[in-house]
């Protein structure tokens, strides 16, 4: 960008400039929307501040996370309207951040229920993906000896601890097991190994997002029967027993257990299967999410929000 505005930004990260692009802009548009933490802290922020009157609507999934909450909670006055998919963060922002339950419109995750469907492939592999709060290391544990390949796709994973991220490169650190596959994948690589899965297996670190929801719900598109640790965050779309199944965290144990009763059932794993790509069609379709953004996007342009500071505590 040239002018002033472009020196600025070049020493600004790019989030606040894209924020402060958002404010400087906002008369021109009827609703201002974000989809990410940190854009919606630094928008909302500025939007209080200056009293922006053009509506903000975030899309959100982690409003626990201190650097998230605190900020939220200071600038609450700057979003006017959040849609998430994570229920338990619902809670969590209504409980902690001044947010009514009608501030926070609850969504199902979307999944391109098209491009990721159910196939003629043969099923060959256990098949795994994704990088936020994934423990590979205990799916390598639990397939040790089933004697079928195991294909990740992944490279640097994150876990989170309070205020602290951590990013670590999982190829070639994840032990000996035969038959391991490990490094990322191209769209159609990936929409390939769901169909090639016998089992799709999501390993979780405990957490209380909804890590994993991406893949899981596109293993559960192309028809097959998906795995996931039950965690805190991890609780809005497989139910148990019904449409895919769930095993404790960190436990090699009980996930071994759930991928030979898949690998042993070939008619319960259709089962699981037909049902996960039921449940999807139902309730996760691409259009439909798009659908509820526009609607919420179309009533916020009708409000005038009104912006105040808040004090912490006050």
């Known amino acids: 960008m040239a002018g002033w505005r472009g020196r600025v930004y070049k020493f600004l990260p790019y989030f606040v400039a894209q924020a402060m692009e958002a404010a400087l802009r906002s008369r021109s548009y009827d609703v201002v929307v974000t989809w990410s933490e940190r854009h919606t802290v630094a928008v909302a922020a500025l939007f209080a501040c200056f009293r922006v009157r053009t509506p903000h609507l975030a899309l959100m999934f982690w409003m626990s996370k201190p650097s998230v909450r605190i900020p939220l909670r200071i600038f609450r006055s700057g979003v006017d309207r959040i849609i998430t998919w994570s229920s338990l963060q619902r809670f969590l922002a209504i409980e902690n951040s001044g947010f009514s ?13 098209e491009f990721y469907h159910p196939g003629s492939d043969e099923q060959t592999i256990i098949f795994s993906a994704g990088s936020t ?12 000896g089933l004697k079928i390949p195991v294909r990740i796709a992944a490279s640097l994973v994150v876990t989170h601890d309070g205020l602290r991220t ?24 990936l929409r390939a190994s769901y169909a090639a899965a016998k089992v799709v297996v999501v390993p979780l670190l405990p957490s209380d997002i909804d890590a994993g929801v991406n893949v899981i719900l596109e293993g559960m598109a192309a028809g097959r029967p998906v795995i996931a640790s039950r965690t805190r965050g991890q609780i ?22 759930g991928i030979e009763y898949v690998l042993n059932d070939p008619a319960a794993a259709a089962v699981l299967g037909r049902r996960a790509r039921a449940y999807v069609e139902a309730n996760h379709r691409l259009e439909d999410f798009v659908e509820q953004i526009r609607e919420n996007t ?4 009708a409000t005038k929000p009104r912006r105040i500071l808040t004090i912490p505590g006050r």
């Open 133 to 144: 709060e994934r423990d590979f290391q205990t799916l390598v544990e639990a397939a040790r």
């Open 298 to 301: 179309e009533t916020l342009a």
């Open 101 to 113: 339950p009608e501030d926070i419109v609850l969504v199902h995750h979307p999944v391109d229920q």
């Open 166 to 189: 951590a990013t670590k490169d999982v190829r070639g650190q994840l032990g000996d097991l035969a038959d391991l596959e490990v490094g990322p994948l191209t769209p159609a690589e």
């Open 236 to 257: 809005d779309v497989i139910r148990d027993g019904e449409n895919g199944l769930l095993v404790p965290p960190g436990d090699v144990a009980a996930l071994r257990a």
